[in-house]
């Protein structure tokens, strides 16, 4: 018989896996470029493949809105099954994709469209995996599991960003590692189809259109909080291995090593932030985290001109540091801001919508930094969604409207 670890320890797995399959591409964007933009400039090329993500804008909150109605009716298992399967088969189709010497500009098309397929079906799946683990636990644990499951993606990416570094000499090796992503997507689908365990439920639920409007304001408010978080992690990690190798003598390889060594770092401050987090209030942690990015991203972002690997390494973990003390806490403070009937909906479209807002944070510092040549454009976007997302934080709800609604009190 299923016991409640064994559903966290499931749901745990399916996120490192899940990860593990998302980090792939941006990890190997350096290498795509050359493959699928060969006779692009080197900027332009990597606005390019970042701008897949934003791409996604309405494919994927259409898919947060999908899962999300039937997760909040039928149940988070059956959602999570179809999500990570659905990935898992359109990672493996990226192995297959042909070059752009070999398709021309059909290829890169093929890309977009592929890319555009993983963010529908993984529009559902953070957020059911943090629901399922929250009604699993004890409402004074919830900051630290959040952290926890924040850790087993970290592990996920971790395990990625070491087979790219690993294997980046090997012939074609960009495609090995999307199938050996679909595997282990797979996998993962396999145990959580078969193991995990939840109540069954058929509730009854507002037309998705009513939820999104009655509860527009924690939707801004996550959203915001979403893509701050995502820019900053994507900033200071995947996407600073193609950015450093365009400013600096610091080779992809490197950047990969760092980043690999950056990330186990990453993995042992989360759970740590988790019980720090029990003793101070959510939104006080989240305050801190986004004025510390603010206030000293900038003038780390300018010594970077002809930086040496030290310098970097000591801008990524600053910055990483404080993007952990936000994101310790997050997925529990997303879980109490939402109601429990529509928890699903609100949580996965508010985080798909907040993705996007994030991921054209960085086409448009690339952008940015083309034009202006100043090695701190990239970090321009994210300062300005900082002081939104503190306004969001600092914003009062409405405690006695949302209350009946909710499984315990806001903090």
């Not at 350096?30 to 933009?37: G, H, K, N, Q, R």
């Not at 944070?361 to 969604?385: D, E, Q, R, S």
Request: charged content about 15%; proline content about 5%; aromatic content about 14%.
């Amino acid at each position: 018989m299923f016991t409640r670890k064994n559903n966290i320890l499931i749901v745990l797995i399916g996120n490192l896996l899940y990860h593990f399959d998302r980090a792939l591409f941006d990890l190997l964007i350096p290498f795509l470029v050359p493959v699928f933009f060969p006779q692009q400039d080197p900027v332009y090329a990597l606005i390019y493949l970042y701008a897949i993500g934003p791409l996604s804008l309405f494919i994927k909150p259409l898919g947060a809105l999908i899962f999300g109605h039937f997760g909040d009716r039928l149940g988070t298992k059956k959602i999570l099954s179809i999500t990570l399967l659905g990935m898992a088969i359109h990672t493996g189709m990226m192995g297959f994709l042909p070059t752009y010497a070999q398709a021309g500009l059909f290829s890169p098309l093929l890309l977009a469209l592929t890319r555009l397929m993983i963010s529908f079906f993984s529009s559902g799946e953070t957020t059911g995996g943090a629901i399922t683990l929250f009604e699993n636990t004890s409402p004074a644990k919830r900051n630290l599991i959040s952290s926890l499951y924040d850790a087993s993606g970290v592990l996920g990416i971790l395990i990625a960003s070491f087979s790219v570094w690993i294997l980046h000499s090997t012939l074609d090796f960009w495609r090995i590692l999307f199938w050996s992503g679909s595997i282990i997507g797979a996998i993962g689908w396999y145990l959580r189809k078969s193991s995990l365990e939840e109540p069954s439920r058929t509730q009854k639920t507002l037309p998705p259109a009513q939820v999104l409007w009655k509860y527009r304001t924690s939707i801004v408010k996550i959203m915001l909080l979403a893509g701050f978080s995502y820019a900053n992690y994507y900033l200071t990690t995947n996407f600073m291995n193609g950015f450093l190798h365009i400013i600096s003598s610091i080779t992809k390889e490197k950047a990969i090593g760092l980043n690999s060594a950056l990330l186990a770092f990453d993995l042992l401050l989360l759970p740590l932030f988790g019980i720090l987090s029990l003793k101070i209030r959510k939104e006080t942690l989240m305050i801190l985290s986004i004025l510390g990015i603010i206030f000293c991203g900038c003038p780390l972002f300018f010594l970077l001109k002809d930086t040496t690997l030290f310098k970097a390494s000591f801008l990524r973990i600053l910055l990483m540091v404080f993007g952990v003390i936000l994101a310790a806490p997050y997925h529990a403070w997303v879980y109490e801001k939402t109601p429990e009937n529509h928890r699903y909906l609100l949580g996965a479209f508010s985080t798909a919508m907040g993705g996007r807002i994030g991921s054209f944070i960085l086409p448009m510092g690339l952008w940015l930094y083309h034009k202006t040549n100043l090695t701190a454009a990239p970090i321009f976007p994210l300062i300005v969604l900082g002081f939104f997302s503190l306004i969001a934080i600092g914003q009062k709800e409405s405690i006695k409207a949302k209350q009946p609604l909710l499984d315990y009190p806001e903090p």
